[in-house]
T-cell receptor, first 111, second 112 residues
């Protein structure tokens, strides 16, 4: 399966600042790259995804950028709000169409 | 908006007992998955299922585990003889022709 790493493992930002989380993966055949948000005790929820034929995608305050050559993709959250506090997981899809989750980044937005 | 559902939400069992975790995927979805998440850790892939058979399974999914789609709506994960280390949150997910996987709320399994 994929070898997926996320950095940083924890991130604290002031409300209104930006947050960036990076994910590296190993399977060069991966072609689908989602980010999931998980609040304590709840299910992972898809917040944004990108396919390999696109370099960047934006949805309001959230964006994802992909560098297929370097095998990494990043989550960008602008104008952070306290409700953005959660654990974020990248989960690139491997050659067999299964998601492999990263180790997670705990984001804390300080009001 | 349709959602994946799972039952029970919590299950406590004795080591060595069999458990069955149930999932109802989104109705027009074709691909089904089980993942587990040990407390405080990442979500781990267990198995994928398509066209009434297992597509892929991870090394976690050993002979103690099995999956079944007994009817047109349910998708189950059975653990034959539970071990302490099986304690985790188990998530079911489903997807249609697009890649997006939608997760259920999970079943928290505690093995004593």
């Amino acid at each position: 399966g994929e070898n997926v790493e996320q950095h940083p493992s924890t991130l604290s930002v002031q409300e209104g600042d930006s947050a960036v989380i990076k994910c590296t993966y190993s399977d060069s055949a991966s072609n689908y790259f989602p980010w999931y948000k998980q609040e304590l005790g709840k299910r992972p929820q898809l917040i944004i995804d990108i396919r390999s034929n696109v370099g960047e995608k934006k949805d309001q305050r959230i964006a994802v950028t992909l560098n297929k050559t370097a095998k990494h993709f990043s989550l960008h959250i602008t104008e952070t709000q306290p409700e953005d506090s959660a654990v974020y997981f990248c989960a690139p899809r491997d050659w067999a169409n299964n998601l492999f989750f990263g180790t997670g980044t705990r984001l804390t937005v300080i009001p | 908006e349709p959602e994946v559902t799972q039952t029970p939400s919590h299950q406590v069992t004795q080591m060595g007992q069999e458990v069955i975790l149930r999932c109802v995927p989104i109705s027009n979805h074709l691909y089904f998955y089980w993942y587990r998440q040990i407390l405080g850790q990442k979500v781990e892939f267990l198995v994928s299922f398509y066209n009434n058979e297992i597509s892929e399974k991870s090394e976690i999914f050993d002979d103690q585990f099995s999956v079944e789609r007994p009817d047109g709506s349910n998708f189950t994960l059975k653990i034959r003889s539970t071990k302490l280390e099986d304690s985790a949150m188990y998530f079911c997910a489903s997807s249609g022709l697009a890649e997006t996987q939608y997760f259920g709320p999970g079943t928290r399994l505690l093995v004593l």
